[in-house]
């Protein structure tokens, strides 16, 4: 296991931290509100995942300057497997945005899961393409092994149904069908889902 120093160490930039989440418990609030700040979650959904982080995976990785947290990672072992990991809410601060802190933290996650025997880096993303292609990752396909992750649940958006007509014909037999219900007038919802993610990956150089 690497000593918690030596995950400090992988920090090029004496200015900036990297801590494993459950060694510093005292900046699990920070971490609650970074995360819900870009993904909406309940507060107790929230911190049950972020207690979760442990040295053998899944681990939270913190980037800090001083007593702020300026960014995080969440990192699993991909489902069995030894040597690869997927990358999980993957977040640098709005205020702190556009500085490269984004590339330096992913740079340092990489660095310290290399260290640990990981040989490959799997995510899926929306709309960070680019990011991840500058940062040497490569689109690939769907991996079944990553469905079920938490934090890659399918997105929905809610849209309220609309009443149809159902055309009838004039010479059938029996009574005319009773009208649509208007969906207009109730409070149901329907969820659709949104699958629209893009698999990446990248293989860590022996």
Known sequence: ?????????????????LVPLHKRPDFLQQCCNLLNSEWKRSKTARLRSLTMSCDKFPMYLLLLSKNT????????LVHNTIDSVVIESFIIDHAHRYQGLGS?????????????????IFL????QEDFYLKNEYIICEPIQELNGYSDFGSDTYSTTATNSKIETNE??????PPPMPDFRKSSIQICLAIPERTFMKKILES
């Open 69 to 76: 947290v300026l960014g995080l990672c969440k990192i699993s």
């Open 171 to 176: 010479t059938s037999v029996g009574p005319p």
């Open 1 to 17: 296991m690497m000593p918690f120093e030596a995950i400090r160490e992988i920090m090029k930039d004496s200015r900036y931290d």
């Open 104 to 120: 330096m933290l992913l740079r340092a996650v990489e660095d310290y899961v290399h260290k640990r025997g990981i040989k490959n």
């Open 124 to 127: 899926m993303t929306k709309g």
